[in-house]
């Protein structure tokens, strides 16, 4: 019998952070010279885990979200982003040298990389709600090189005013309001990018303050995050359709939505009704634009669920990162986009699929919203703080989201 091969030695923590940062450039994720350098810089595997441990070849996966910390409830209230979001979220956010910046929602990776940005003239202060995580990152920022940096231990909600004014406020956890004390902490020429969330979707979003009380987003992708806590905590509600083990399938439905949770289920075990639209997409997965049209012209849930009950054909294949499928709910009835592929390379037809009594009449209804999209749309994101008016947006498709601070309106002109 042959001897079985040696394993391969373990690759060096410098060998897989370039290998992370050649991926991030490709990937166009990373493009500035001042964030690529700041990736290279960074020794991202001195980070920690909740047990003391951290296994790098994980930490340097551009697309890995690590360390994460999950409540008794199974939510999870913290974790160090993923290289790709930390550094888009860092293209978003335009950071100078010298800039004043506050970063909510502490792992200490981040909260370096903004320290190198703004250099030796800059102030970088990061907080969390949970002292476990500030000790961690406090831990982190003071074997990494970088003891500058402010952590602070408290609710987000409120701020960092001792330090205040900010040129940049940059948000690593989802939220679903611009709070009272953000408007009034930031510059007059600031920004915020943060993790917003509004009619069930996601999106990190870059703010440029635009007066007093108005700020417009000069960019818009998708992405998910742990949720904010505190007194900034939103559980966005949702309902369980189907709970066979590892075939969960689920709604998140916006606010005051109102379900017939019993009659769905039943709904989604009878065999659907498919609409095929003749609307065409360069890809499976170029969902962002096409979904933020049907929140902003339909009353949508969020359908999601797991990948044993896309096999057991109750749902379409579920995507990495969970997204889900705008779902337009009618009593025991509901209807979400699908695809199928054409002949023609690299060109996929939008389709619905629609579930109960009233299937035929839902899909009508929502092929006419995938019809009038217009593929090279692209929405505006105005936020007002109150009691400001709403914007003006005459000629335009929109639809605002009241919270408790600020409205968010997206339009399409």
């Not at 010298?98 to 929602?105: A, F, I, P």
């Not at 701020?159 to 948000?171: E, K, M």
């Not at 709910?329 to 009233?358: F, K």
């Not at 505006?380 to 639809?399: E, K, N, Q």
Request: aromatic share 6%.
């Amino acid at each position: 019998m042959s001897a079985a091969p040696p394993p391969s030695p373990a690759r060096s923590a410098d060998v897989l952070r370039e290998e992370m940062v050649t991926v991030l450039m490709e990937r166009d994720a990373a493009r500035s010279p001042e964030i690529i350098r700041a990736l290279r810089t960074v020794p991202r595997h001195l980070v920690e885990g909740p047990d003391g441990r951290v296994d790098v070849e994980q930490v340097y996966d551009p697309f890995n979200v690590t360390l994460k910390k999950v409540g008794a409830d199974g939510v999870s209230l913290s974790s160090v982003s993923a290289p790709h979001i930390q550094a888009y979220q860092l293209e978003q956010a335009q950071v100078r040298p010298g800039l004043r910046v506050l970063e909510v929602g502490s792992g200490g990776v981040n909260a370096a990389y903004l320290a190198e940005l703004v250099g030796p003239d800059g102030l970088v202060v990061t907080m969390d709600i949970d002292e476990e995580i500030t000790a961690r990152a406090t831990k982190f920022l003071k074997a990494a090189g970088y003891p500058q940096v402010k952590v602070v231990t408290g609710d987000a909600v409120h701020g960092a005013a001792s330090y205040a004014p900010f040129d940049l406020i940059l948000v690593t956890v989802e939220i679903t309001d611009i709070p009272q004390a953000w408007w009034e902490q930031l510059s007059n020429s600031g920004r915020i990018v943060a993790p917003i969330r509004w009619r069930g979707q996601r999106r990190t979003v870059a703010l440029a303050r635009r007066g007093p009380d108005v700020m417009v987003a000069d960019d818009i992708a998708q992405a998910g995050f742990v949720p904010m806590q505190g007194a900034g905590q939103y559980r966005e509600p949702s309902v369980v359709l189907h709970e066979a083990p590892g075939q969960r399938v689920s709604l998140r439905l916006d606010d005051g939505m109102v379900v017939d949770v019993q009659a769905l289920a039943h709904s989604l075990t009878q065999e659907p009704a498919r609409w095929w639209t003749g609307v065409m997409m360069p890809g499976p997965r170029s969902y962002a634009l096409v979904d933020l049209w049907l929140s902003t012209v339909l009353d949508v849930a969020v359908l999601t669920g797991d990948a044993g009950a896309y096999e057991a054909g109750l749902i379409p294949r579920p995507s990495p990162n969970g997204i889900g499928w705008p779902t337009l709910v009618e009593g025991a009835s509901m209807a979400y986009r699908t695809l199928r592929a054409t002949d023609a390379e690299n060109r996929w037809e939008l389709g619905i699929t629609a579930h109960g009594p009233a299937r035929a009449a839902l899909c009508e209804r929502y092929a006419a919203a995938l019809q009038t999209w217009n593929p090279q749309g692209r929405p505006r994101l105005t936020v007002t703080r109150h009691p400001r008016h709403l914007p003006d947006v005459p000629d335009a498709v929109h639809r605002s989201v009241r919270r408790t601070a600020s409205t968010f309106t997206i339009s399409w002109p």
